[in-house]
Every structure is written in structure tokens, then in C-alpha cells.
């Protein structure tokens, strides 16, 4: 059964600290996306990935960076977290898109920052 | 960035109802996924469209690609309650590197 696990379904952090979200996937997808989600406003694409160190940025890049150094996990950064980065966040990956277009989600990770 | 619109924003039906939502564009598309999220789960593919004027059927589900790639169409025939969930469109071309672009979602709430 494929699988996306994210490290942590739930945390609770304080304004300026340093967040790391980790996304593990056991299907050798190349391609790797975060997204944020907040009610009303649908996903939203934070960072994607084609492969191993590459990286590009999304709709809201803004406050947040990422880390692939290998092709099963991606890390989304928050280097100094802000109450508006309170939200859920989707890790998801892919087969390239010429193969098909189903993204695999994982279950989510609701932080959020006092 | 490409914009998608998705309608209803919200539904409330008696279990049994059919049920019908819709995404338009002002972009086109050549792929368009039909997504469902349950409460504490990440969303899941429910329909995929590569063609225009596609009809897709997944069981009680049937969905169509548009003609004019700018839009589709989920219909839910006879809802259950394990239908509840959140429904997401997502649009999904040859530019931008082949991004998903969502729309907001469809909160469906069926009554038993």
C-alpha cells in the first residue's frame, strides 16, 4: 500500500522558533509538493520538488524553505514561525506529471504557533 | 497565479439526494482531478479526466472534462453519509511545470 507519512500530525510552537515538518514516501516518487491548507481558501502550493536537491517555489514561498537530499523525504522549513503560519500542511508526491497526475497525500500536520 | 472557481462553496442534503459541483477556469487545462478530504485525512483522487468532453464514471460518481478544457464538473448520485467530506477540484496543464491548481473546496454534509 503506497504511503506518505508526515513526521508529526499535530504541534504547537511559539512565535520565532525554528519548524521543521518532515515527509517521508515509500513509492520512489520523483516529485514532491507542500501545500497549505486554510479553511475557505482550498491548497495552496508552498514549495515543490522534481528530484533529489532541486527545488521550486510555489504560490506562497514567502517564510519557509526546503531540504531534499533524498528522493523519499522532503522537509518544509519554517525558520522563524509567525501565528500566521498557523494552518494544516499537506505533504504530497508523484509520479512526473507525462505518467500521471494523481498526487498522494499524506494525512496532514496542524501547526500551530502562539 | 492561474485561478481556479469552484461552486457550491457548501451543500446540506438529505441522505439520498444527488449531488452536483463544479470548477471553471479562466486557463485551460489538459488534466483535471476530482479529490475527496474526510475529517483528519490528507485528500484522496476520486476521478481523473485527460480528455475533453471526457465522462468519467466511478460508481455513484460521475465526472466530466469540458469541452472548452476550462472547466468540470462531480455529480454524487443517491449520497450516503460517508459521503461527508470536503471535495477539491484540481486543474493540472503543460505550463507551469504540470503544478496542480485547487480549488477551494466543497464542503458536503449529508443528513441521514
Known amino acids: 500500500d503506497v504511503k506518505v507519512t508526515q513526521s508529526s500530525r499535530y504541534l504547537v510552537k511559539r512565535t520565532g522558533e525554528k519548524v521543521f515538518l518532515e515527509c517521508v514516501q515509500d513509492m520512489d516518487h520523483e516529485n514532491m509538493f507542500w501545500y497549505r491548507q486554510d479553511p475557505g481558501l482550498g491548497l495552496r502550493l508552498i514549495y515543490f520538488?522534481?528530484?533529489?536537491?532541486?527545488?521550486e517555489k510555489g504560490d506562497i514561498p514567502e517564510g519557509y524553505s526546503v531540504s531534499r537530499e533524498k528522493k523519499e523525504r522532503f522537509s518544509l522549513i519554517l525558520e522563524s514561525a509567525s501565528t500566521n503560519q498557523t494552518s494544516m500542511y499537506l505533504c504530497?508526491?508523484?509520479?512526473?506529471?507525462?505518467?500521471?497526475?494523481?498526487?498522494?497525500f499524506g494525512e496532514g500536520s496542524r501547526l500551530t504557533v502562539l | 497565479g492561474q485561478q481556479l472557481n469552484q461552486s457550491p462553496q457548501s451543500m446540506f442534503i438529505q441522505e439520498g439526494e444527488d449531488v452536483s459541483m463544479n470548477c471553471t477556469s479562466s486557463?485551460?487545462?489538459?488534466?483535471w482531478l476530482w479529490y475527496k478530504q474526510e475529517p483528519g485525512e490528507g485528500p484522496v483522487l476520486l476521478i481523473a479526466?485527460?480528455?475533453?468532453?471526457e465522462l468519467t464514471s466511478n460508481g455513484r460518481l460521475t465526472a466530466q472534462f469540458g469541452i472548452t478544457r476550462k472547466d468540470s464538473f462531480l455529480n454524487i448520485s443517491a449520497s450516503i453519509p460517508s459521503d461527508v467530506g470536503i471535495y477539491f477540484c484540481?486543474?493540472?496543464?503543460?505550463?507551469?511545470?504540470?503544478?496542480?491548481?485547487f480549488g477551494d473546496g466543497t464542503t458536503l454534509t449529508v443528513k441521514p
Open positions: 520538488s522534481y528530484d533529489v536537491k532541486m527545488k
Open positions: 479526466l485527460y480528455k475533453a468532453g
Open positions: 504530497a508526491s508523484r509520479r512526473p506529471v507525462i505518467v500521471t497526475g494523481e498526487l498522494f
Open positions: 484540481a486543474g493540472q496543464g503543460d505550463t507551469n511545470a504540470g503544478k496542480s491548481t
Open positions: 486557463s485551460i487545462f489538459n488534466t
